[in-house]
């Protein structure tokens, strides 16, 4: 039973540590990083209280060194997902009926492990498992994760005060009740943090999830699964399962108790599953909650007023940071003819100053691996078929090589076709594509930039005329859920920059907000009188 109305911790960002050589969070991931390379770590499915292995099994290998196995994972047979369904279900009376703010201390103190002992264990698993150097593993699996925790503590009880205005002799009051079932978590690899947020934004509203994570992203999985346990989250509050993703969505899609799902990754497969949700409506106790942030192609464009160096930087840090494997990552700039030549040349002093592709142990590298063999295909045969066409010329980069590891070199297309395949299509890689305009042509190049692509994650616009970012800002209204204004378009900070998009980039219901909580809770009002009328009649009547 409540005892008082609690004020929680006021949520801050996490600070960003430096890892500049001498420090001591560098020798530290350093040394962690070594422990896992050279280690060889078993994860089993996590059911319950149950650590299950199957002996069904696959090995893991980091991008930049993909022939080095670190660690092997368990697959779930369809009995491990039913069982996944059922304990989530057994666990979510009492975990739904846990006062809120005992919810909020579990999450609160996961996010101080991550901050303390863990930040060197989560980083270093997050350079191994998805090629991110440290400063991108620091940004992300740390402070962003962190980030997630606290302010959706400091939301959480931001809707819980949300209440109703009561009239005299009656008392309005509403209850955010978690959803009646079970939430899937479907998570990708790019980002720990969004790993670690979508089972743990909707377990902390009172829900009990079914998480699958990315096969590419189980090893740094695993320690965001250690700091909960850690942290004292009950057992079946967020059970783990990895395996054939069809099989896994499919049962979990069939039970009458689903209640919602949470998704980030590809637009198609977020098609197919709401079309799946929407064949089997039938069957669910309750109209399912589809919440969803997949793909990009995201633009830069830069005004003839805009200064040319920061419109370079815009690009360099925006497209090849984390090897362009962001959603908000810029792919397609558009480039007024009386800068272009300047930002290009600035753009290839940035690239011709990067290391060759390398693992992100070596702290000097700007650059590392894509994820896996078939991004580094996919990418690859763009780079051809650029190489190939009168339409289009490699300015910059061009080079790959997967012996090792899935070295994609930073690439920049020139193209004269703004059409051309590298401006229309989403590549998740580091790879660029540049189309120049005639400087008068900036009100028409607007509409081209809203209507090129069906996506409408983030974009940005480079400019010192005030008038021009005016026009802009209204232009591109409905293709960029996150607008940068002078910045690149990507590195949105939770509490403030609230992210996500529509069209094609999914519902737009903005990680990192209390907008993303509202959506795992049913409210229900109650109202009580205090001295019920005892004559039917009004007086109206007479």
């Not at 081209?448 to 994650?457: I, Q, R």
Request: glycine share 8%; charged share 20%; net charge negative.
């Amino acid at each position: 039973m409540g005892k008082g109305f609690f004020h929680v911790p006021a949520a801050v960002n996490e600070p960003v540590k430096s890892y500049a050589p001498g420090t001591p969070e560098r020798e530290q991931v350093l040394k962690q990083y070594k422990s896992y390379f050279e280690g060889n770590v078993d994860v089993p499915l996590y059911i319950g209280s149950e650590e299950i292995k199957t002996n069904n099994t696959r090995t893991m290998s980091p991008p930049h060194d993909h022939k080095h196995v670190v660690g092997t994972y368990h697959l779930a047979e369809k009995s491990h997902v039913e069982k996944a369904i059922s304990t989530s279900l057994e666990a979510r009376n009492e975990w739904a009926a846990l006062t809120w703010e005992q919810r909020a201390a579990i999450f609160l103190k996961a996010a101080e492990l991550i901050a303390g002992p863990y930040r060197a264990k989560i980083n270093a698993a997050t350079m191994i498992a998805q090629s991110k150097t440290i400063h991108q593993a620091e940004i992300d699996a740390a402070c962003e994760l962190i980030d997630f925790l606290r302010f959706n503590v400091e939301f959480m009880s931001q809707i819980y005060e949300e209440q109703p205005d009561s009239a005299e002799g009656i008392w309005n009051r509403v209850e955010y009740r978690p959803l009646e079932g079970f939430v899937y978590a479907i998570t990708p690899f790019n980002f720990t943090a969004i790993a670690g947020n979508l089972p743990a934004s909707a377990a902390m509203m009172g829900n009990v999830v079914v998480w699958k994570p990315s096969d590419s992203q189980i090893f740094s999985a695993k320690v965001i699964v250690d700091v909960f346990k850690e942290a004292g989250l009950p057992d079946g509050v967020i059970n783990v399962v990895y395996g054939d993703p069809v099989m896994i969505t499919d049962t979990v899609l069939a039970s009458p108790d689903f209640s919602g799902i949470h998704f980030t990754g590809s637009t198609f497969v977020f098609k197919e599953l709401w079309k799946k949700i929407g064949n089997n409506i039938h069957n669910y106790k309750t109209y399912p909650r589809i919440v969803g942030e997949t793909g990009g192609k995201d633009f830069i464009v830069a005004h003839p007023s805009a200064n040319a160096k920061q419109v370079a930087t815009g690009i360099t840090r925006g497209a090849f940071e984390f090897q362009g494997q962001k959603c908000s990552a810029a792919s397609r700039v558009y480039l007024p003819k009386s800068i272009a030549n300047e930002v290009i040349e600035y753009v290839k002093e940035d690239i011709t100053s990067f290391n060759k592709p390398g693992s992100p142990e070596d702290m000097s590298n700007f650059i590392t691996a894509v994820i896996h063999e078939g991004s580094f295909d996919k990418l690859s045969s763009y780079i051809d078929q650029a190489k190939a066409d009168n339409d289009a010329e490699i300015v910059a980069g061009g080079n790959y090589d997967k012996s090792k590891g899935y070295f994609i070199e930073p690439t920049v297309i020139l193209t004269t076709d703004p059409q051309y395949k590298t401006m229309t299509t989403e590549l998740f890689g580091p790879v660029v594509t540049l189309y120049v305009y005639e400087d008068d042509k900036w009100s028409e190049t607007l509409k081209m930039v809203d209507g090129t692509s069906e996506y409408a994650l983030t974009g940005a616009v480079f400019s010192t005329d005030r008038y021009a970012i005016d026009e802009a800002t209204k232009a591109l209204e409905n293709c960029a859920g996150n607008f940068y204004i002078n910045d690149k378009p990507t590195g949105a900070v939770v509490g403030q920059q609230p992210f996500g998009g529509a069209r094609a980039s999914g519902t737009n219901d903005k990680a990192g907000s209390a907008q993303n909580l509202l959506r795992w809770v049913s409210p229900r009002l109650i109202k009580e009188t205090f001295v019920s009328p005892t004559d039917y009649r009004y007086p109206f009547l007479g």
